[in-house]
């Protein structure tokens, strides 16, 4: 079992910047892909970024390439979400969500459907 608790939301100005933080509980953390999701009001989940089990592998969606980086410290069982420039389409509940299947697989997914456990999420909120 995987549990997963975020911080770091918060309301920001358009182009300020957040740094979102994932602790995780349990031993599967260096085993897992780790990604972050977000979701605004009346929109599906989507996917934001992902990082391998060992961080050398990164995958970002397009409209946050140049803008946001997806870290992780194994040893302190946490995974990072650094945003800059923010813009107020950004504007979500940011979850972020492991697959220690990823053990097995040696895949890094943007799929939401192949993450097992997710946070609760925190609010980012950007105003204009």
């Known amino acids: 079992q995987v549990q997963l608790v975020e911080s770091g939301g918060g309301l920001v100005q358009a182009g300020g910047s957040l740094r979102l933080s994932c602790v995780a509980s349990?031993?599967?953390?260096?085993?897992?892909?780790m990604g972050w999701f977000r979701q605004a009001p009346g929109k599906e989940r989507e996917f934001v970024a992902a990082i391998s089990r060992t961080g050398g592998i990164t995958y970002y969606t397009d409209s946050v390439k140049g803008r946001f980086t997806i870290s992780r410290d194994n040893a302190k069982n946490t995974v990072y979400l650094q945003m800059n420039s923010l813009e107020p389409e950004d504007t979500a509940v940011y979850y972020c969500?492991?697959?220690?299947?990823?053990?097995?697989?040696?895949?890094?997914?943007?799929?939401?459907?192949?993450?097992?456990?997710w946070g609760q999420g925190t609010q980012v909120t950007v105003s204009s």
């Open positions: 969500a492991a697959d220690p299947n990823a053990r097995y697989t040696g895949l890094t997914s943007r799929s939401a459907d192949k993450y097992d456990y």
């Open positions: 349990g031993r599967t953390f260096s085993n897992s892909a």
